[in-house]
């Protein structure tokens, strides 16, 4: 069974650019979330979307970042523009169900680097 | 505020020594918690987990962890490394957000490293 794959692994972009990343979750799972990770420091989560429904996005910086899961499968995770201070990486995960008790798989993330 | 607190950010060990990796979480309700493991170039992957029922709970690659509510705390134990553990682990507690959705709050993380 493939992982929750993401692209692309790095990125490197100067400020005021716009990036996108892509993320595919495991197949039939309904549950997907963006974590922002710097460095030393633990995954914060930024969206999680229930099918195609954004249910948690209250962490998300929603002036520069956007998102979408259309189909509620393939996902989105957009910046722009791009700040020095978004450099960091950004996981993916899925679970198979709703609720939050399930374990979470994660991608290998997306590094990217603002200059 | 909900937090995890990972009281060690590195812990270095000779293989075939124990291990512990402390984790303590804040909240006056029910939590449920858990232990991720990352190594390098991969994504975060579960070891174990706490719902409810036995405090002691036993995990992948022989890792254990005990739920103590009094003290707040979750520590994670291996009674004998190898060097293939040598990774980053994160103790996460669920945590009820806004929209009433819950969400894992992560610690910062402990790097253990094993060495021969």
């Known amino acids: 069974e493939a992982g929750v794959v993401q692209s692309p692994r790095y990125k490197i972009i100067e400020k005021k650019q716009p990036v996108a990343f892509w993320c595919n979750p495991i197949?039939?799972?309904?549950?997907l979330y963006w974590y922002l990770q710097n460095l030393g420091q633990g995954p914060e989560l930024l969206i999680r979307?229930?099918?195609?429904?954004?249910?948690?996005d209250s962490q998300l910086p929603k002036d520069r970042f956007s998102a979408e899961r259309l189909k509620g499968v393939d996902s989105t995770l957009k910046i722009q523009p791009a700040e020095l201070g978004d450099s960091a990486v950004y996981l993916c995960?899925?679970?198979?169900?709703?609720?939050?008790?399930?374990?979470?798989?994660f991608g290998p993330g997306t590094r990217l680097t603002v200059t | 505020a909900q937090s995890v607190t990972q009281l060690d950010s590195q812990v270095p060990v000779f293989e075939e020594a124990p291990v512990e990796l402390r984790c303590n979480y804040s909240?006056?309700?029910?939590?449920?918690l858990f232990w991720y493991v990352q190594y390098p170039n991969q994504g975060l992957q579960l070891l174990l987990k706490?719902?409810?029922?036995?405090?002691l709970v036993k995990g992948i690659n022989g890792f254990e962890a005990e739920f103590n509510k009094s003290q707040t705390s979750f520590h994670l134990r291996k009674p004998s490394v190898h060097i293939s553990d040598t990774a980053e682990y994160f103790c996460?507690?669920?945590?009820?957000?806004?929209?009433?959705?819950?969400?894992?709050?992560f610690g910062t993380g402990t790097r253990l490293q094993v060495f021969p």
């Open positions: 979307y229930e099918n195609e429904e954004a249910v948690d």
């Open positions: 996460a507690v669920t945590l009820r957000g806004s929209y009433n959705t819950d969400k894992l709050i």
């Open positions: 197949s039939g799972h309904n549950t």
């Open positions: 909240s006056s309700v029910s939590v449920y």
């Open positions: 995960a899925s679970s198979l169900g709703l609720y939050i008790n399930e374990e979470q798989y």
């Open positions: 706490y719902l409810s029922g036995s405090t």
